[in-house]
Nanobody
Framework: QVQLVESGGGLVQAGGSLRLSCAAS?????SGWFRQAPGKEREFVAA????????EYEDSVKGRFTISRDNAKKAVYLQMNSLKPEDTAVYYC??????????????????WGQGTQVTVSS
């Protein structure tokens, strides 16, 4: 069983930046970030293949967020720039033990972190 631990969340003003990190206790293939705002369903944010060559983004974050990974450190990152109040949510890291590629659907992922809160004030 692989454990995922997110960090880097916090409170930031609109237009600001945050960098989320996800540390894994073991090796994984496809990794992704999802978010859930109060009263809303969890939604896909970004995903990355094991090699880092393939990435996918939800339309509203394209050009503002960048997903990356460092396999030597077993870490995945989400750089978030130009943050908006609508980005406020709990952000979850996810990873797959069997699927590679940049996967948008949550059911491809076997491991989930506990989440980190991101709050963007207007």
């Amino acid at each position: 069983q692989v454990q995922l631990v997110e960090s880097g969340g916090g409170l930031v003003q609109a237009g600001g930046s945050l960098r989320l990190s996800c540390a894994a206790s073991g090796g994984t293939l496809s990794s992704g970030w999802f978010r859930q705002a109060p009263g809303k369903e969890r939604e896909f944010v970004a995903a990355i293949s094991w090699s880092g060559i393939s990435t996918e983004y939800e339309d509203s974050v394209k050009g503002r967020f960048t997903i990356s990974r460092d396999n030597a450190k077993k870490a995945v990152y989400l750089q978030m720039n130009s943050l908006k109040p609508e980005d406020t949510a709990v952000y979850y890291c996810a990873a797959s033990r069997t699927y590679d590629g940049a996967r948008r659907r949550a059911n491809f992922y076997h491991y989930w972190g506990q989440g980190t809160q991101v709050t963007v004030s207007s």
